[in-house]
């Protein structure tokens, strides 16, 4: 399994942005399929964005347009670019890493706050 650390949240007013980072620990990295999950209080976790190893990527439609999702393979990290941030992006986000059923590994993840 592969070892997922997230960075990055924090505060931040509606209208702003933040980026979080997963840095993972594998060298295959380049391998795994990447995304960012979040969760908010009282509901499910739900798919933010994905990249897949070939560069592929998916949105919620929640966040299309104002969410960015890239990875670096030569340092082994995903990145979230969230810009035009809403209230209801408050969340904790997750790092995940998928390589198939039996691969799936999961970041501790990190919160986002907006608010005024």
């Known amino acids: 399994q592969v070892q997922l650390v997230e960075s990055g949240g924090g505060l931040v007013q509606p209208g702003g942005s933040l980026r979080l980072s997963c840095a993972a620990s594998r060298s295959t990295f380049n391998i795994y399929t990447m995304s960012w999950y979040r969760q908010a209080p009282g509901k499910q976790r739900e798919l933010v964005a994905r990249?897949?190893?070939?560069?592929?990527?998916n949105y919620a439609d929640s966040v299309k347009g104002r969410f960015t999702i890239s990875r670096d393979n030569a340092k082994n990290t995903v990145y979230l670019q969230m810009n035009s941030l809403k209230p209801e992006d408050t969340a904790v986000y997750y790092c995940?890493?998928?390589?198939?059923?039996?691969?799936?590994?999961w970041g501790q993840g990190t919160q986002v706050t907006v608010s005024s």
């Open positions: 995940n890493a998928n390589l198939n059923s039996m691969v799936n590994s």
């Open positions: 990249i897949t190893r070939g560069g592929i990527t």
